[in-house]
């Protein structure tokens, strides 16, 4: 199964389509912290619009915990 992992993403608008893309395109997403923005912030909510509820999101809180 195809997955894309964000690390460390800085820009919530740029990751917003990231989610949607893979929400559309039924791919899981790995967002590896920390990132430049926090998941519930209102720019982030507002890039990934009402995509949320279709996607496969898993938050790692460092490297070495997404290679666990």
């Known amino acids: ?3 894309i992992a964000l690390y460390q ?3 919530p608008q740029n990751t917003g389509t990231i ?9 899981a997403v790995d967002i ?6 926090h ?5 982030f909510r507002r ?3 009402d995509y949320a509820h279709q996607l496969d999101l898993t938050q790692h ?3 070495l915990a997404f290679l666990e």
Do not use: H, Q, T, Y
């Open 1 to 3: 199964m195809l997955r």
């Open 9 to 11: 993403p800085d820009i």
């Open 19 to 27: 989610l949607r893309m893979a929400s559309c395109m039924n791919v």
């Open 32 to 37: 590896i912290e920390p990132a430049g923005f």
């Open 39 to 43: 998941l519930g912030d209102a720019r």
């Open 47 to 49: 890039a990934l619009m």
């Open 61 to 63: 809180a460092s490297w």
